[in-house]
């Protein structure tokens, strides 16, 4: 069930690109926050990256689309749609549309290197590589003045932080536990069904109420979308 045990060398290699694209993952996506609410980002996030996938299904692997799936397409279509058209300003809408990219990108290769590895040796390498990358990261775009390190950070923060690692991790061995049981296309999509809890925790936790209604409703037709891929 968790795949035979060691590490194939093209899984390594595959790790490390996948750990490229999540550092690449979380910069736009926390970039998108800093310009735009998470009721409007998160949607568009992930309700890109099935769409991405739908379009390299078609350009590049021929293939073809049943009359649900393409009810999917014009849904994730209108719900991207309305859940920008919501947003006081438009600046977070093209690196939240990146981070999708990013997100079906990263979700591609760690299906294949899942399969060569274990889930859980696979995610040890994988964290253990952005743990590099990610201060790294920082530190060049702060050389290079796109960054700016806060000069402290309060304590509540850091417990904030550490949950939110937790979480992180813990989901996303789930994840790749996942994709060794069920196709990709089944995986993908499904992980994709916070966005109405997001988008509405958005708007009734963080107060993001400017067009709220069309912004659930927005994150209710992606997920439905989201769905319809699926089938």
């Not at 609410?37 to 992930?46: F, G, H, N, Q, T």
């Not at 990146?98 to 040796?121: E, F, K």
């Not at 950070?153 to 996303?172: D, K, R, S």
């Not at 993001?208 to 037709?221: D, H, P």
Request: positive net charge.
């Amino acid at each position: 069930m968790l795949g035979r045990p060691g590490l194939d060398p093209a899984a390594a290699g595959l790790a490390l690109l996948s750990s490229v694209l999540e550092t690449a993952y979380l910069w736009l996506l926390s970039t998108a926050y800093r310009r735009g609410e998470l009721s409007a980002v998160y949607p568009i996030a992930r309700g890109s990256a099935p769409l991405l996938s739908v379009v390299v299904g078609l350009a590049i692997l021929s293939e073809r689309l049943t009359p649900a799936q393409v009810i999917g397409v014009v849904l994730l279509l209108v719900g991207i749609l309305a859940v920008t058209v919501s947003q006081a300003s438009g600046r977070a809408t093209l690196p939240a549309l990146l981070t999708g990219v990013a997100i079906a990108a990263y979700t591609s290769v760690d299906r294949v290197g899942v399969r060569l590895s274990t889930p859980w040796l696979y995610g040890w390498l994988l964290f253990t590589l952005m743990a590099i990358e990610l201060p790294l990261t920082i530190w060049v775009a702060s050389r290079l003045g796109l960054y700016r390190i806060p000069d402290s950070v309060h304590g509540p923060t850091w417990g904030q932080a550490t949950l939110i690692g937790a979480f992180m991790w813990a989901g996303y061995f789930l994840v790749l536990w996942a994709l060794t049981l069920a196709p990709l296309a089944v995986v993908a999509p499904v992980r994709e069904t916070s966005v109405v809890a997001v988008a509405v925790w958005g708007v009734w936790r963080l107060r993001e109420t400017r067009r709220a209604s069309m912004k659930v409703s927005g994150a209710v037709a992606t997920l439905v979308g989201v769905a319809l891929l699926a089938l």
